[in-house]
């Protein structure tokens, strides 16, 4: 086992070689002992140490003669091929979508709100469209995610998409598990709220500027004045 090194091999060729089998066992016992001591940062514990012995047999070609803290494994271990995992079989008519938007498309057919379907229907156009442009390095139409949700749910979102393809996709997002429903604001509004709060900012910043400059203006008069009435004061004791 190349990990080990060429002398662990030869340690353990010696071992065998030896004819007591009291002698061996000892040595044995040193052998997996340093064979532990070349991996320091593996765990510790009954598994690795029976991995070390099953190593040493291995090592040994299973010609050792020992007596050992574990059974010896056997021979066929080495040739015995893992198991095989089964692949997810399920026919995905869009790969680059993945599982989970059948998934969704099932979630919003279980919901009553028609609302409720169509916030849905929304959020998977723009995460299609996301997928889309990252597996493909291309964009893709809105109208294209919604007839590909239509074929995907039988057609059963008929109503929800033409409404989607009349009025245009919903901003809100679906229900979450409390029942509310965070309304996300148009672009349009959105721009306004954020020039409204700008300029609602812009003035709160001059207000305090203007608050500051008076406090300096203020303390440096005073300072000023105060001075100046201790310096006539002075003069009028040296007099």
């Known amino acids: 086992m190349k990990e080990y090194g060429s002398n662990i091999q030869k340690l353990t060729d010696y071992i065998i070689s030896l004819p007591d089998k009291e002698q061996r066992t000892k040595y044995a016992h040193i052998l997996v002992e340093l064979m532990r001591q070349i991996h320091p940062n ?26 050992s803290p574990f059974p010896a494994p056997p021979k066929e ?31 919003a057919m279980i919901t009553e709100d028609i609302e409720d379907r169509k916030a849905f229907i929304s959020y998977m156009v723009r995460l299609m469209k996301n997928f889309y442009q990252t597996w493909n390095k291309d964009t893709i139409e ?12 039988g057609f059963r979102f008929q109503a929800e998409i033409d409404a989607l393809r009349r009025d245009g996709l919903m901003e809100s997002s679906p229900k979450d598990g409390n029942g509310s429903r965070q309304r996300i604001p148009q672009p349009q509004q959105a721009q306004g709220q954020f020039r409204d709060r700008g300029d609602r900012d812009n003035r709160d910043r001059d207000n305090r500027n203007r608050d500051n400059r008076d406090n300096r203006n203020k303390n440096f008069g005073g300072g000023y004045k105060n001075d100046r009435n201790n310096n006539n004061n002075n003069n009028k004791r040296r007099r």
Not at 54 to 63: E, G, R, V, W
Not at 142 to 153: N, P, R
């Open 42 to 67: 593996m765990r510790e514990g009954i598994d690795y140490s029976k991995k070390l012995w099953d190593d040493l047999y291995i090592i040994a070609n299973f010609d050792l003669d020992v007596d």
């Open 77 to 107: 271990i080495l040739g015995k091929r893992p198991m095989l995992i089964p692949y997810n079989q399920h026919h995905l008519k869009h790969r680059f979508y993945g599982r989970n938007l059948e998934l969704l498309i099932l979630k």
């Open 142 to 153: 809105t109208d294209d995610c919604l007839q590909q949700i239509l074929e995907l749910s």
